[in-house]
């Protein structure tokens, strides 16, 4: 399995709800990441999980909870969000090493939030 | 920290003619530079990337060009396609981390027919 997969593809949500996105890969990889990508912009780091442990956090608010259950799954847990929140989420995952193996960040195809 | 600058924002070419899309990053300790391809409302999609200590790659009818003294990469793409029609981001992992990708704001590709 080469890919990434994300659920939901969309997701509308309202500012009190609570929400979760999902992310899989069978690659073998153990780092993991979440971005965030508005409209006509680059992808923008959010958390990256090494061996299942948080790595980096691009000083993203609480109201994004990512948690990682095992080396194939990454969630990104969704509380109190602003409708400046609506965007593509993207997963993406790599080898840890860097090098001919470690560098490469594969992508999902994204979940397309909307803050109501 | 590493910032990369992308030009241009927007190019527009006739089908099978080349297209040339410059970046340059600021930390000399970048060591691996790749490009995707994003169509719209699709992933973005590795389409070929280089390492520090090589000066140019070539796959088909994409190639990077690395300069290390200068600090800027280009990616050329030659008899271009309308499916080749999509944003292109450069980005830059600086050899301090292991992780974290810095990107360009990115290029509109447009290939008329």
Known sequence: ?116 | GENVEQHPSTLSVQEGDSAVIKCTYSDSASNYFPWYKQELGKRPQLIIDIRSNVGEKKDQRIAVTLNKTAKHFSLHITETQPEDSAVYFCAAKSGGSNYKLTFGKGTLLTVNP
Not at chain 1, 38 to 52: D, G, I, N, Q, T
Not at chain 1, 83 to 88: K, N, V
């Open chain 1, 1 to 116: 399995d080469t890919e990434v997969t994300q659920t939901p593809k969309h997701l509308v949500m309202g500012m009190t709800n609570k929400k979760s996105l999902k992310c899989e890969q069978h690659m073998g990889h153990r780092a993991m990441y979440w971005y965030k990508q508005k409209a006509k912009k680059p992808p923008e780091l959010m958390f990256v999980y090494s061996y299942e442990k948080l790595s980096i956090n691009e000083s993203v608010p609480s109201r994004f909870s990512p948690e990682c259950p095992n080396s194939s799954l990454l969630n990104l847990h969704l509380h109190a969000l602003q409708p400046e929140d609506s965007a593509l989420y993207l997963c993406a995952s790599s080898h840890i090493t860097s090098g001919p193996r470690g560098d490469t960040q594969y992508f999902g195809p994204g979940t397309r939030l909307t803050v109501l």
